[in-house]
């Protein structure tokens, strides 16, 4: 009976499961948006009850599709939005308060209160991350402080933290396993990761119980089963959990020191494999846990891009442009250039390396000559720009020399993206044949796990280029075209 690999991918916007092959093939993949939830401005919420019946759709929906039985999966991975906290009642199973997204910004006070009261350095030194909404600590801390009657039964040991991967594993092992892996943990704001521990004084700081917190585990190792009446009667390994970001990072085979990887979806996430030891940023760049396999700890420097590819969403929806993200490439090539026109997508402030959050969008260089061609070559440049601000930053604090840059997600398949990037970053830029790399990730983490693939060795070997783009411009024109957005940005700062 032929195996497969169940990759459960949790996405901000919908929900995927996608059955991978002994080759590493993609074989049919599921997918179901679900509802997100607004309920202030900058606030974003989901049902954590509609982000697991959604998985649930996915599978059985991907099983019949593939014309596969439950039976002859050998093991399942699971990848997720990070950070995105669910608190529920360990007694009725039930969340609290709906999940409270990575991108609101819903605890911005209570950031500033720990802030101002000098906690910075306390968090940065232990956690690799800044005090930023953007992480599950405050998410956790603001239900806690909410939701009535939620800190009383915090304390009374009856509620239960999950980033993603945890909820969803709670599910699937019908309420028996509660953890969550290392690459999860290292966004919580609450894990340290020197020590690899819960730290008590940051959950002291937060006023968040010890006994909500999950187990945290290795990203590749056989966590627990599936409860058989939610897996069409068996009982499968769930062998593989990572962060989303971390799942792509191993997707693309970047294993070694100095690989980086970017992936340009709803915004853009650069990751540097740093290898056994962490590496402190200068520059706003995160640190965090990587996925390691047999035990092995290992570390990354990451950059938050919190506006890439939304910024085509708007043009598309907001401004009525076009109709398909598609029609951007043809757009932009329409035009030599973008005329000095400088989109900065500032929509919900600034991540890597400003962390700005009060600064908002804005354009400059506009013309009597300005047409919606330099608009839109303009959007798709300020993507390029804004991994080139991140990657000069990782190449500082690392004093690394970066190679090449590995990308995949839903923009690359923009050839005047790729290309500009590779110009702008005088760079090659090698786009992979599976540029699901972030759920064939977390596949690999669990195939190894259960025996399924040997090796890392093997997984290297299976990566395979589909093109590379490399750099065409002269140093000049670049030097020219960036010194561009750095004024941009800076006006941008000025105009709050
Ligand atoms: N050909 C394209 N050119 C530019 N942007 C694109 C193109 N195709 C998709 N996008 C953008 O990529 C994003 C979708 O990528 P995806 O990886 O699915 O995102 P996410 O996982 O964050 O939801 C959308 O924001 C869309 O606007
Ligand atoms: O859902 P995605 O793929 O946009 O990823 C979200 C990130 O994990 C947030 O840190």
């Not at 997918?31 to 401005?41: D, G, L």
């Not at 009374?156 to 945890?166: K, P, Q, R, V």
């Amino acid at each position: 009976m032929k195996k497969y690999i169940l990759s459960i991918d949790q996405g901000t916007t919908s929900s995927r499961a996608i059955i991978f092959n002994q080759e590493g093939t993609l074989v049919e993949v599921a997918q179901k948006e679900f509802e997100q939830f607004f309920p202030k401005s900058g606030w974003v919420e989901h049902d954590a009850n509609e982000i697991w019946t959604s998985v649930l759709a996915c599978i059985a929906e991907v099983l019949r599709k593939a014309d596969i039985s439950a039976s002859q999966i050998a093991g399942i991975g699971i990848t997720n939005q990070r950070e995105t906290a669910v608190v529920w009642d360990k007694n009725t199973d039930k969340p609290v308060y709906k999940a409270i997204v990575w991108q609101s910004r819903q605890t911005e006070e209570i950031c500033r209160e720990l802030r101002e009261a000098g906690y910075q350095d306390t968090f940065r030194n232990k956690t690799g991350l800044l005090i930023d909404p953007y992480f599950s600590g405050t998410k956790v801390k603001w239900i806690l402080d909410h939701v009535e009657g939620a800190r009383d039964k915090a304390e009374n040991g009856d509620l239960l933290f999950g980033t993603i991967d945890t909820w969803l594993i709670y599910k699937l092992t019908g309420g028996k396993v509660h953890v969550t892996d290392y690459s999860n943990a290292s966004r919580t704001l609450m894990y340290n990761i020197y020590d690899l521990k819960w730290d008590d004084e940051l959950l002291d700081i937060l006023g968040v119980p010890k006994s909500m917190l999950p187990k945290v585990k290795s990203s590749s190792e056989v966590y627990g089963e599936t409860v058989d009446y939610h897996f069409f009667g068996q009982n499968v390994p769930i062998a593989g959990v990572a962060g989303d970001q971390q799942a792509a990072l191993f997707g693309q085979a970047c294993f070694e020191k100095g690989m980086v990887k970017n992936t340009y979806g709803t915004g853009c996430f650069m990751l540097m494999h740093t290898g056994e030891k962490p590496v402190q940023s200068r520059h706003g760049l995160l640190t965090t846990l990587a996925c390691g396999v047999d035990g092995k700890v290992e570390y990354a420097l990451e950059g938050s891009i919190f506006v890439a590819g939304s910024a085509i969403q708007w043009l598309r929806d907001g401004l009525r442009m076009f109709k398909d993200a598609k029609q951007t490439e043809d757009y932009a090539t329409r035009v030599e250039s973008a005329d000095g026109v400088y989109l900065v997508p500032a929509f919900v402030g600034l991540g890597t390396p400003y962390w700005d959050s009060d600064v908002r969008g804005a354009m400059f260089g506009l013309t009597r000559g300005t047409q919606k061609e330099h608009f839109i070559r303009a959007t798709l440049e300020s993507i390029a720009y804004q991994s080139k601000d991140v990657l000069n930053a990782m190449v500082e604090d690392s004093g690394i020399d970066v190679k090449s840059l590995r990308v995949d997600g839903g923009a690359v398949a923009n050839n005047f993206l790729m290309q500009f990037q590779s110009d702008i970053l005088d760079l090659p830029v090698e786009r992979p044949e599976v540029t699901e790399t972030t759920a064939l990730g977390a596949a690999y983490l669990a195939g190894l796990a259960v025996g399924y693939w040997e090796s890392r060795d093997e997984i290297t070997k299976r990566w395979k280029k589909d093109k590379q783009f490399d750099s065409e411009m002269k140093d000049e024109k670049r030097d020219e075209l960036y010194s561009g957005w750095k004024k941009a940005v800076e006006a941008a700062r000025v105009f709050k």
